[in-house]
């Protein structure tokens, strides 16, 4: 009996066991490679390692903003508003989002989205809040850090959604009974619905968050490439762009490899602790 | 025994007009009500033609299925969100609720469920979060002494006034259920919908709510749905009988549940008055 107890916690460790190795692998081999750069201090001296911390923090950060309002946004208007019909082709857009390659993000963004954000958006932002140093600076050019979050946050949009429509999907209809027997309205009932579900919120914006922190090619097309601690309408750097950037002369520069695979295990780091940071808020908020 | 309403001369003159419907609080002609599913149709009333008095306590009673539930959430439309399809007609106090904005309906007709929920917030804003939100109360003051005045009537303050602010979730089935009770209560409304209050409640919380139903009956009108027939004879003024989504027999509660004119009732109330022992041998 406890044998076979024993045997059946077994089989239930081994999936966690298993990806946990896994982690563990990839951590290993990270650490390995960026010895060099971090014992010979390095990887302090590189210039860009500050730089694009924060670049890819910041876009990152609009990136979670923008996909949670739209996600929520979409969740509503999919379950409250839109007739059982159309509910089926906006899901469809939505899938069909989440499965194009991000170039064409990338591409839609500098052609299309980026000019006209540029106009109408990073130029009154400048105008009017230019005193403000997030702002502080003129937008001549398309690309930069908050085109590049906003785009980011439209690419992980669908991710997000999937997680926060299901989780509304799935609310008892009592919670719902219950709200319109007392006489309430329809927004008290998604107000009520949204807190229902707040930790599949949390969870989209976990998810969200380390998606565009890891995106690469359409950050590589957007962001410009400028290695500063940039305003929100300056072309700026993050770290997996920066990393296929300088590839082409890693292989010739003494170093540099090894710095960049340092700021790689910083991201790594970064989604890791992002990771348990919400988790413990979590945990907080249950207490 | 009754109220006694400040009665003006428009009200007496309007009163002597409409006569007999002044009397009833709901009247119910053949009304029908239909669960549409995606490959199947419940018909769960069928033709129910009832009248519901004014200030008289009303208990519906009837086997599990038979559609008390249905009636409770038709009186207050809720069964429209259920894709229902209704035909019949329903007068609230003289008014086509059909016709009626839906949400004034419900915050002058509230129903407590079936099955209870707690609201995703604390004990406290189960009950502050709907008189703010629905009934736009705003001063402070007030709504905590709603929210204590609630709890007290639902038996449930005691074991709460020190964890007002904790989530709710965490609360007992029975403890929901008086919260629950307590909610609807706070809302001040017309007319109290209860479906089987007290069916998660150990005996001495179901005396202390059967004492606040009493209480309250002399300021809200409420119709209650139980599956006791103890309970319908300690409570009930006037009753309703449903088999298989029809209403077999209605009236004056001592008419009905002692001298019941159909088999049909009789076999029922049949069940309650057998001995224990045999009961549970027949189980
Ligand atoms: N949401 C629903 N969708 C479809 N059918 C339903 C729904 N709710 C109830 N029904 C059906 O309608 C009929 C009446 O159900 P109802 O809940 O009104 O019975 P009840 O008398 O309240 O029973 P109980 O005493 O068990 O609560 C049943 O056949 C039930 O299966
Ligand atoms: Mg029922």
Redesign the interface.
């Known amino acids: 009996m406890s044998v076979s107890k024993s045997i059946s916690d077994i089989f239930l460790a081994v999936p966690l066991l298993v990806s946990l190795g896994l982690v563990l692998y990839f951590l290993v081999v990270l650490v390995y490679y960026s010895v060099p750069s971090i014992v010979t201090g390095s990887l302090a001296k590189y210039s860009a390692t500050l730089p694009c911390i924060y670049g890819s923090l910041l876009i990152s950060i609009i990136a979670v903003i923008i996909a949670l309002a739209f996600s929520i946004a979409l969740t509503v208007l999919i379950n409250e508003y839109l007739p059982r019909s159309l509910e089926a082709v906006v899901s469809s857009l939505i899938d069909v989002l989440a499965a194009f390659p991000t170039v064409i993000f990338g591409i839609w963004g500098l052609r299309v989205f980026g000019p006209l954000f540029r106009d109408y958006v990073e130029w009154p932002l400048y105008k009017y809040l230019g005193f403000l140093p997030l702002f502080s600076y003129p937008p001549y050019q398309v690309p930069s850090a908050l085109l590049t979050g906003v785009i980011l946050g439209i690419m992980v949009t669908p991710f997000a959604t999937s997680v926060i429509r299901e989780a509304y999907r799935t609310v008892?209809?009592?919670?719902?009974?219950?709200?319109?027997?007392?006489?309430?309205?329809k927004w008290?009932i998604v107000?009520?619905h949204l807190?229902?579900i707040?930790e599949a919120i949390i969870g989209g914006l976990t998810l969200s968050f380390g998606k565009a922190i890891g995106e690469t090619a359409a950050v590589a097309m957007l962001i410009g490439g400028t290695v500063w601690f940039c305003p929100l309408t300056a072309p700026c750097e993050a770290i997996p762009s920066l990393i296929v950037r300088q590839l082409g002369i890693a292989f010739i520069t003494p170093g540099l490899l090894s710095n960049l695979t340092a700021l790689a295990l910083i991201l790594f780091i970064i989604g890791a602790v992002a990771l348990l940071g919400i988790r413990l808020i979590i945990r907080r908020a249950h207490r | 025994m009754y109220n006694t309403y400040d009665i003006t001369i428009f009200k007496g003159a309007s009163r002597v007009l409409l006569g007999v419907i002044e009397d009833s609080l709901f009247t119910i002609e053949n009304l029908n009500v239909w669960y549409r599913q995606k490959n199947r149709i419940v018909h769960a009333l069928k033709d129910v033609t009832v009248k519901i008095p004014a200030r008289k306590l009303t208990v519906i009673i009837g086997r599990s299925g038979s559609g008390k539930s249905t009636f409770l959430r038709t009186l207050n439309r809720v069964v429209e969100m259920y894709n229902a399809k209704i035909s019949g007609k329903i007068l609230y106090k003289g008014q086509n609720i059909f016709k009626m904005n839906p949400q004034v309906l419900r915050s002058r007709v509230v129903m407590v469920l079936q099955r209870p929920i707690a609201l995703p917030m604390s004990i406290y804003d189960n009950i502050a979060y709907p008189l703010k939100s629905i009934k736009k109360v705003k001063d402070k003051r007030e709504i905590d002494r709603k929210v204590e005045e609630a709890l007290r009537l639902a038996n449930l303050w005691n074991e709460v006034k020190d964890r007002l602010h904790h989530p709710a979730t965490q609360l007992s089935g029975g403890q929901i259920q008086r919260l629950a009770i307590a909610r609807a209560i706070a809302l001040d409304p017309e007319v109290l919908l209860l479906d089987e209050p007290t069916a998660h409640l150990d005996p001495e919380s179901t005396r202390y709510i059967e004492s606040t139903i009493l209480k309250l009956r002399e300021k809200v009108d409420i119709v209650f749905v139980t599956h006791s027939i103890e309970q319908a004879r300690r409570l009930a003024e006037y009753v309703i009988y449903f088999e298989d989504g029809k209403v077999i027999e209605e009236g004056e509660a001592e008419e009905v549940l002692e001298r019941p004119k159909t088999e049909r009732l009789r076999r029922f109330l049949s069940v309650f008055e057998r001995e224990p022992e045999e009961a549970e041998v027949i189980v």
């Open positions: 008892p209809s009592e919670l719902r009974e219950t709200m319109l027997s007392l006489g309430a309205g008290e107000k009520v807190l229902h707040r």
